[in-house]
C-alpha cells in the first residue's frame, strides 16, 4: 500500500515516560516524539491553519490533538503561531510512525464548529462571520504553548467572544508572537512537541469514512433496539465490519453481551444523536 506524508498538530501533553498522552490508545506500542537534543539548530516561524473534520479524517489525526468534538458534522479549526525546530527520526524509511516531531512555543487557536445551518461550509475564512451572523455554533480557545515572559505573554489576546474583528485580532496577536520572538528565543520559553510528521496510508487506497459509516449503523440499531447479534448479522450484509459494530456497543453503549438488548433510555440516546 503506498503511503504519504503529513504534517498534523498534536497535544503537546507528555506522561512521565515521555509519551504523548493524547496518543496512548492508538496502537499498543507508546509514541514518544523525535527527541528535541536532535533538533536543528535553526529555528523557524510558523502561522498556518489546520482543518480537521471529523467525518474525512484517520483515527491518528483525531487522536493526535486530543480533546476536539469527534460528532458527525463537527469541525475543529486549528491555526498555529509559533517558533519552531524540527527533530527527524534517524532512520529515514524507519517503521516508527513518526517520522519527525516540530518542537516549539507560541500560540493556538482552536474553534470547534457545530450545528451549522443548511448550506453554510465551515471554511477558515467564513467560520468567524458564519457565527458572527447566527448561522452555526463556535467554541473557541486561545492556548498559550511553551510561553513564560512575561512581556511575550502579554501579546495574547484578551478573552473575547468571536466575530469577524476578534478574529483579526487573535490572528494579529499570533504574528507578534513571532516576530517578538524572531531573533532569538525569549527568557524562559519551553520547547513543547506540537507538529509531527508521519507516513499515512495513500488516500485513494483508505477509506477513513470506515469507522464512520459502522458507528452510524451502530447508533440506528440501537434507536431500533437491537440486539448486538443481530445488528452484526445485518452488518455484514450490508458490508460493514462486524467487529467495528461490536467496539462500538461496548465503547458508546456499554454493551457487550449478543443478547443484551439497549434500553429505551439507549434508544432516546441514540435518537437524539442522530437528529441533532
Not at 112 to 117: G, M
Request: proline residues 5%.
Amino acid at each position: 500500500m503506498a503511503t504519504y506524508r503529513k504534517v498534523i498538530p498534536v497535544n503537546p501533553l507528555l506522561n512521565e515516560k515521555g509519551e504523548f498522552v493524547s496518543l496512548k490508545h492508538y496502537i499498543d506500542k507508546p509514541i514518544k516524539p523525535n527527541s528535541f537534543a536532535h533538533a536543528d539548530p535553526g529555528r523557524s516561524d510558523y502561522g498556518k491553519e489546520y482543518k480537521l473534520s471529523y467525518s474525512v479524517s484517520t483515527k491518528l489525526e483525531l487522536a493526535a490533538i486530543g480533546g476536539v468534538e469527534t460528532n458527525m458534522g463537527s469541525t475543529t479549526f486549528i491555526h498555529d503561531s509559533i517558533i519552531y525546530r524540527l527533530s527527524r527520526h534517524p532512520i529515514e524509511n524507519g517503521s516508527d510512525i513518526i517520522k519527525g516531531t516540530w518542537w516549539g512555543y507560541g500560540m493556538r487557536l482552536k474553534v470547534t464548529v457545530k450545528n451549522a445551518q443548511f448550506g453554510v461550509q465551515a471554511k477558515w475564512l467564513s467560520v468567524a462571520a458564519a457565527a458572527q451572523l447566527g448561522y452555526l455554533d463556535a467554541e473557541f480557545e486561545i492556548e498559550s504553548i511553551g510561553l513564560a515572559d512575561t512581556e511575550l505573554f502579554s501579546l495574547l489576546p484578551a478573552p473575547t467572544d468571536l466575530n469577524l474583528s476578534t478574529y483579526k485580532e487573535i490572528l494579529a496577536a499570533g504574528d507578534k508572537i513571532r516576530a517578538y520572538a524572531h531573533g532569538s528565543d525569549p527568557a524562559g520559553v519551553i520547547y513543547k512537541p506540537l507538529r509531527i510528521i508521519v507516513d499515512l496510508p495513500d488516500e485513494e487506497s483508505f477509506d477513513p469514512l470506515a469507522d464512520d459509516k459502522a458507528l452510524i449503523f451502530v447508533y440506528q440499531q440501537v434507536s431500533d433496539r437491537k440486539k448486538l447479534r443481530d445488528a452484526r448479522q445485518k452488518a455484514l450484509k450490508s458490508n460493514i465490519n462486524p467487529e467495528l459494530v461490536s467496539r462500538f456497543y461496548k465503547e458508546v453503549f456499554t454493551i457487550v453481551s449478543d443478547d443484551e438488548k439497549p434500553s429505551r433510555a439507549q434508544r432516546d440516546e441514540a435518537q437524539d444523536w442522530l437528529e441533532a
